[in-house]
C-alpha cells in the first residue's frame, strides 16, 4: 500500500459543488484502485480537512484541489496540516497545466466554440499576485492550443474583470465572445461568469479523467521531491546510521508503514519547498 492521497478542497454553501468534489475524487479512486484516497474541506464544507487527516494512518500525501495558488494553498492549507499532520507531505496547486488545458479546451468545444470566437479565460480571483500570475500562465498555455488570443480575467479579486475583459475584446473584430470557466465546479463564481454576457460560457473543468489524471501527476512529483530530499541529506551526513534512517523513511512512504521511521527524513509543511534537514544531523559547514 502506497501513502494515503488526501485531496483538499476549500468548501463551498453549494450542493452542486459538493456533488462535483465528491465524484471528483470517485474518479481519482477508479484511476488507481488499490490506492486509499480521501477527501477533506478546509472550510463550510463536511468532512473538514482536519478531521480527515486526524483519522488517516500511515503516511500522508496532500494534494490541493485547488488551480493556482493564494492565501489557501500558502497559507490555510499549511497551517491545517502543521497542526494535526505535520508529517504530511504536501502538493503544489494544480494550475498550470497541460492536462488543464486539454480539459478546458473541452469544454469549450462542447459549449459551441467557433474559429473566430474571442476567448477569455474566467477566473475566481485572488489578492496574491502570484495566483493573478497562475492564471495567466493558463491563459497562455490555451492560447497556444486554441491559436488565438486568451484573455485572464476575474470574478472576484484581481485584474482586468470579467466585466473589463469583455469590454475590451467587444472593441475588437471578433463577434463573439466566449468564456472558458477556469472553476473546479459550479457555485458563485460560475453564476457571475454566466451572467456576464458573453456569447457563450463553457461548463466548469467538473469531474473528467485528465483532472484525475493530473492529481495523480501532483501526488507522484510529490512522492519524489521526499524521496530525493531523503537522499540528499543522507549524502551530506556523516555518520553510520543516516543510511538506515532513509531506507525506513523511504519504505514508510512507499509501502504506507507508517511515518519515517527514527533517523528518516520529513518534509516541511509547505509548498515547492526543500524538504527540511532532519533534527541533529550533522553536515559539512556552508558559507552563509
Not at 512529483?221 to 549524502?235: F, K, N, P, Q, V
Request: aromatic share 4%; glycine share 10%; proline share 7%.
Amino acid at each position: 500500500m502506497t501513502a494515503t492521497l488526501v485531496l483538499a478542497a476549500h468548501g463551498a454553501r453549494s450542493g452542486d459543488w459538493e456533488s462535483v468534489m465528491a465524484s471528483l475524487a470517485g474518479r481519482v479512486r477508479r484511476a488507481r484502485p488499490r490506492s486509499r484516497v480521501e477527501l477533506g474541506f478546509l472550510e463550510i464544507s463536511s468532512p473538514l480537512l482536519s478531521d480527515v487527516l486526524a483519522a488517516v494512518p500511515g503516511p500522508v500525501v496532500v494534494v490541493p484541489l485547488l488551480l493556482a495558488g493564494g492565501y489557501h494553498v500558502h497559507i490555510d492549507l499549511p497551517a491545517v496540516v502543521a497542526r494535526v499532520r505535520p508529517d504530511a507531505h504536501v502538493a503544489g496547486q494544480l494550475g498550470p497545466h497541460p492536462l488543464l488545458t486539454s480539459v478546458l479546451a473541452r469544454r469549450l468545444a462542447s459549449a459551441g466554440l467557433r474559429p473566430c470566437d474571442a476567448v477569455i479565460l474566467g477566473a475566481a480571483g485572488s489578492s496574491d499576485p502570484a495566483a493573478l500570475e497562475d492564471v495567466r500562465a493558463a491563459a497562455r498555455l490555451l492560447s497556444v492550443r486554441l491559436s488565438r488570443p486568451v484573455t485572464a480575467a476575474f470574478a472576484s479579486a484581481g485584474g482586468p474583470t470579467v466585466a473589463e475583459a469583455l469590454d475590451q475584446v467587444r472593441s475588437g473584430p471578433a463577434p463573439r465572445v466566449a468564456i472558458a470557466s477556469y472553476l473546479l465546479a459550479p457555485g458563485l463564481f460560475h453564476s457571475r461568469l454566466a451572467d456576464s454576457g458573453a456569447d457563450v460560457v463553457s461548463a466548469p473543468l467538473g469531474v473528467d479523467d485528465d483532472l484525475a489524471a493530473l492529481v495523480w501527476t501532483r501526488f507522484d512529483e510529490t512522492c519524489r521531491r521526499a524521496l530525493d530530499g531523503a537522499y540528499s541529506g543522507a549524502h551530506d551526513g556523516v555518520h553510520d546510521g543516516v543510511h538506515d534512517g532513509v531506507h525506513g523513511f523511504t519504505t514508510g512512504l512507499m509501502t504506507g508503514s507508517g511515518a519515517a521511521s527514527e533517523g528518516g527524513s520529513s518534509v516541511p509543511v509547505a509548498t515547492n519547498r526543500r524538504p527540511r534537514r532532519p533534527a541533529g544531523r550533522t553536515k559539512r559547514a556552508a558559507p552563509r
